[in-house]
């Protein structure tokens, strides 16, 4: 991201000079940090229609030209190219994955989608009709419960490690929340079948 600069006049005729950032990809942005602690005024943008929420990496959004990137890639094109786990891949590492690397990725996923025994008898804790996505974020925050080993936030290794776990585990934990729903009892994942039929299967099959 290259910088200019932007020169602007305060309500109170100081001269104040902006940085300008410049993307890789849309209009460039002023960066008004220092606005209100150098002149005491903020900027008015009712829904943020002309401000940029953060700097991100992974995407790009222009609502007006129904645009919307990860990596560099239209989402049109992944959706029509790319399986689920292609594009996780591409989302955690930045490129899409080579077919030997989307092999090793699948596996690791495919192999750490069991949870541990006891994260079931949280389920057990909530009401038949409680809110599919209450229970997801109540069983994910109890992650850090029985995986406080690969917590460090500061350690890419971990990071990596829990976002993989997090992928991997997902689908166990929203399967689990809908069969609590509607009163079946829990499926496990099957190493065997790949990530979309592995959730199809933990939704909708039977021990019987």
Same mark, same amino acid.
């Given at each position: 991201m !290259?910088?200019?600069?932007?020169?602007?006049i305060?309500?109170?005729?100081?001269e104040?000079?902006l940085?300008v950032?410049?993307g /890789?990809t849309?209009p460039d942005v002023v960066?008004i940090?220092r606005?209100?602690?150098?002149h =005491?005024?903020? /900027?008015y943008d009712?829904?943020? *229609?002309?401000?940029?929420?953060?700097k991100?990496?992974?995407?790009?959004?222009? =609502?007006e +030209?129904?645009v919307?990137m &990860?990596r560099?890639y239209? *989402? +049109?094109?992944?959706?029509g190219? $790319?399986?689920?786990?292609?594009?996780c891949?591409?989302l955690?590492?930045?490129?899409l994955? /080579?077919q !030997?690397?989307?092999?090793?990725f699948?596996? /690791?996923i495919?192999?750490?989608?069991?949870?541990?025994?006891?994260?079931?008898?949280f389920?057990?804790?909530f %009401? &038949?009709?409680?809110?599919?996505?209450a229970?997801?974020?109540?069983?994910? =925050? $109890?992650? $850090?419960a029985?995986?406080h080993?690969?917590?460090d936030?500061s350690?890419?290794?971990? %990071?990596d490690?829990?976002?993989h776990r997090?992928?991997a585990?997902?689908?166990?934990i929203a399967?689990?929340?809908?069969?609590l729903?509607?009163?079946?009892?829990?499926?496990?994942p099957?190493?065997?079948?790949?990530?979309t039929?592995?959730?199809?299967?933990?939704?909708?099959?039977?021990?019987a």
């Amino acid at each position: 991201m !290259s910088q200019d600069a932007y020169r602007l006049i305060s309500p109170d005729g100081k001269e104040l000079e902006l940085p300008v950032h410049t993307g /890789t990809t849309g209009p460039d942005v002023v960066d008004i940090a220092r606005l209100y602690k150098e002149h =005491g005024v903020f /900027t008015y943008d009712p829904g943020f *229609v002309a401000t940029g929420s953060c700097k991100s990496d992974i995407t790009f959004i222009d =609502g007006e +030209e129904g645009v919307l990137m &990860y990596r560099g890639y239209p *989402v +049109e094109q992944l959706a029509g190219n $790319s399986n689920f786990l292609e594009v996780c891949y591409l989302l955690l590492h930045g490129d899409l994955p /080579t077919q !030997s690397e989307l092999e090793d990725f699948d596996n /690791t996923i495919r192999t750490h989608t069991m949870l541990n025994e006891g994260m079931l008898n949280f389920f057990k804790g909530f %009401r &038949y009709d409680a809110h599919p996505m209450a229970i997801l974020s109540a069983v994910v =925050g $109890s992650m $850090s419960a029985y995986y406080h080993d690969t917590m460090d936030t500061s350690d890419p290794e971990h %990071r990596d490690i829990f976002a993989h776990r997090i992928l991997a585990k997902l689908p166990t934990i929203a399967a689990a929340a809908y069969k609590l729903n509607i009163g079946q009892p829990f499926m496990y994942p099957r190493n065997d079948l790949n990530y979309t039929e592995n959730l199809l299967q933990m939704l909708f099959s039977v021990p019987a």
